[in-house]
């Protein structure tokens, strides 16, 4: 997959005692990567944290609503043994551009430097749509969209390694290119019974909202479940893994 650079953000705080470099990359036409270098996960975590949980958060109390970083915080962490586990947890991040209504840092009320971080990707990434060289076949594709131009569909995707940015882009074509989302919706429905009920019991226990299931079963069946899932889905993920060879296509 060709990628493209589309910017190298540099961000530090307030008193410049904390520094962070990271690339917004281009997979697709709006499809966009934050790469961070995989020591920089904590704050790969940090910045995705308050967008991932109010996309898909298991937790009502967080799941599409503003709601303050230690209040999550405490929730997970008491959930966990009293340790905040979520940088450690999770590796890879996507969410979808309808999180970024027209006044969604306004409504942050404790916004803090992974936010002001997001805000610059967030203009970086407006920037690109309006103004950044197009193709005709990105053209194409972005008038098949018939989006509301105020708000331009596309989808952010944040990882460190291969694996995940791989995981994470099948998030990302699922949400994107409608052909791709049914193949792979078509697929799901006819796993057996008992295997489909095996991974969602998983799912489950790791923290994932049931909203999610179906395009977590294509991500995992397209790339790879981890060795600590238990899950060896063998010949059944193959034409999973065709459907995203092939997603540009779509």
Known sequence: MKTTLVSKLAHAGT??????????????????LLKFDKKDRYDMC??????????????????????????FIEWYSKDRDGCFTYPN?????????????????????????YDRLMLEVY???WDDIKYGPGTISS?????????????????LIGAT???????ETAHGFY????????AMNTLTNKLPKKFINKVYSWFKDIGYDSTV????????????FPDSAGIEPGKLSKPFEEVLKNAKGL
């Not at 995705?48 to 230690?70: A, G, H, L, T, V």
């Not at 949400?175 to 049914?182: F, G, T």
């Open 123 to 125: 203009y970086t990434i």
């Open 15 to 32: 008193n410049n005692s904390w520094s962070l470099q990271c690339d917004l990359q281009k997979l697709h036409p709006r499809l966009y």
């Open 213 to 224: 299931y179906k395009d977590e079963m294509q991500a995992y069946m397209s790339t790879g």
């Open 139 to 155: 053209r194409e594709f972005l008038a098949s969209l018939k989006e509301d131009p105020t708000n331009p569909k596309y989808y």
């Open 161 to 167: 390694d291969n694996y995940s940015i791989s995981h």
């Open 89 to 113: 947890d999770w590796a890879g991040f996507n969410i979808p551009n309808t999180l970024f209504h027209n006044s969604w840092y306004i409504n942050i009320k404790d916004k803090n430097k």
């Open 175 to 182: 949400y994107l290119l409608p052909k791709y989302k049914r």
């Open 46 to 71: 940090m910045t995705f944290c308050r967008y991932q949980e109010k996309y898909e958060s298991p937790n009502s109390r967080f799941r599409n609503r503003d709601f303050e970083m230690i209040d």
